[in-house]
């Protein structure tokens, strides 16, 4: 069992940066990919972000590719997500999401369904 809190995140201007953190407890977090979606107010959750086990593999949507970054520190049980030059469209709850790979070869999970474990979320809110 892997157990995800999300932290980080608040209210923010248009054009301002947030830096949000997953921190897993559990063994073997280094067998875990992880992912960050977001659930807009009245909207399906969406995919933002994934990485692979090493951080050396990653896929974004395209609504925040050049905008939004992730790393992870395994030593740590750590992954982030930081995110520049927010929108008011960024305004969403964000869920730390993982799923133990076995296989470093499969494509990166990019759908809700491929992720075993969740986290509560965090809220983010851009707005002037």
């Known amino acids: 069992q892997v157990q995800l809190v999300e932290s980080g995140g608040g209210l923010v201007q248009p054009g301002a940066s947030l830096r949000l953190s997953c921190v897993a407890s559990g063994p073997s977090f280094s067998t875990y990919a992880l992912g960050w979606f977001r659930r807009a107010l009245g909207k399906e959750r969406e995919f933002v972000v994934a990485v692979n086990w090493s951080g050396g593999s990653t896929t974004f949507a395209d609504s925040v590719k050049g905008r939004f970054t992730i790393s992870r520190d395994n030593t740590k049980n750590t992954v982030w997500l930081q995110m520049n030059s927010l929108k008011p469209d960024d305004t969403a709850i964000y869920y730390c999401?993982?799923?133990?790979?076995?296989?470093?070869?499969?494509?990166?999970?990019?759908?809700?369904?491929?992720?075993?474990?969740w986290g509560q979320g965090t809220q983010v809110t851009v707005s002037a």
């Open positions: 999401a993982a799923v133990q790979r076995h296989d470093p070869t499969r494509r990166l999970p990019v759908t809700e369904y491929e992720y075993t474990f």
